[in-house]
């Protein structure tokens, strides 16, 4: 039986990132895939949503640039160049890739079936390690819908179904309004379907600051989206030639397709650990701050459970690697950054101010109207809008959150990021000096209103 130095069991940006690295340094690697080497972010999530999202801003952006006619959205070229960026789901420059640097790949489904030392068994292929890197991802929830089941399978989309569509639906009904829900449902608006979006709470982007909620909510009455917050879809149908959503205040929306986009499962379950006395909690391979859920198995990205993004899988994975190499490194989840690709863009990134209080923090907040105090957001746009907030500790000193609501704020998030990761003092940012005329100015205005 081949012996390698270490096996990677799922190859998505998490796993990429450990495998990548690992073979940069000289070790005999495995790399096992079931399905794409790219994982769901490449080819059903970040990658497809972005790609989708970019034309109807385009737009939306020459709506407000003076002299500057409105585009035309041509979804078959929109479609193409869509397909060429999930690479018409074919991966074999990737596989051919990893193997011109010496990876073994592996294609089908990875199972742990041994430990000291890890042996895991491909198909007919069994493998033995030093190190097994557990970065199998996640899945999405399909919520207890009455009759969901029994529609036909090409009506019922998750983010999988949404990101490879092929006509754009006339009528969509979007369960759940967080990330997902409000990228899917903002492009299917922009692109022509009528979207009503059922969520179960009473906000829309409910991790995020209240104040989000009210925002996108506002921008969705402009896109023409129908929210309809602390509700949930009771039962669906066959309806004709359409499907019949019925809610559970017993109004009934039609609908050509429904969206489920309320939530995501990891996958730490199925792989055969606890038959090996590893623990998992619920479906997440349970890790420590190294990373490490036993001597010589590691985990990365959403099969952990922990902050499911993409940045993040790729932080764990250069934590993994870096410790497997030898090192010793401790994962830090201060000041990741959350965006969600809407129009304009929604970004989060430390604590809310309600997380702050219950965490004892004496907070300090304060919002910046952009249109209001920059020049920026005018030389952008002919009717702008937008909002940065801040949450400061006041003992400390220091932001312990921020949250934006604007063009790229994608982009200018990370000032916050970084000065909430590093604990830079407030009085370090009141003295930087931002370029202008840039959104990033907003910082000073919002950091001027703190009364700390
Ligand atoms: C619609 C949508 C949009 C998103 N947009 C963004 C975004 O813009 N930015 C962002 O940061 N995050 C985004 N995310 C989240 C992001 O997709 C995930 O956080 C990211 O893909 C996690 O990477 P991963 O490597 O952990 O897992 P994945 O990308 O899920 O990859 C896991 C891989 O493991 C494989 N696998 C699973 N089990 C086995 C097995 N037993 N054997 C072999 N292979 C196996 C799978 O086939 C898969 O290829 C989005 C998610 C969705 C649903
Ligand atoms: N731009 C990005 O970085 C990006 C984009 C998309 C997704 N993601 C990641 O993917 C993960 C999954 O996103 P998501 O939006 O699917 O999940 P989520 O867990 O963030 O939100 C699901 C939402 O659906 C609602 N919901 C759940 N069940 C419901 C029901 N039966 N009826 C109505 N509403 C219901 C919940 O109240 C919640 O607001 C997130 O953790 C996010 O980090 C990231």
Redesign the pocket.
Known sequence: MQHMDAIV???????ETVASRLLAAGKRVAV?????IG???GYW??IP??VLLRPPEVRQEADGAAGVSRPDLRWPELRDYRDQMIRHLDDSAQVQGYRDQGALVLRG???VTGRDPWRVAVGDTELTADHVVV????EAVRPPIEGLDDLDPSVVWT?REA?TLTDVPGRAVVVGGS??GV??GQFLARMGTRVTLVQRGPRLVDREEPRLCELISDQFDRDGVTVRLNTQVSAVARDGDGIRATLDDGEHVGADVIVLATG?RP?GG??GLEDVGVELDRASLRVDERCRAAPGLWG????TGRA????V?KYQGRVVADNILGGDRAADYTGVPRVI?SYPEIAGVGLTEAQAREQGIDTATAEADLPQTLARPWTYDTDPRGTLGLVADRRRGVLVGAWAFSPMASEWIHTAALAIRTGLPVAALLDSIPQFPTYNEAYLIALENLRM
């Open positions: 069991i799922g190859m998505g940006p998490g796993g096992v895939e079931r399905e794409l994982g769901e972010c999530a970040c949503t972005k489904e990875g199972r970065a199998t991802g996640s983010n990101t990330a997902v990228e899917l995501r996958r199925g792989l990365v990205g959403d099969a499911l993004f993409t940045h899988a690709f």
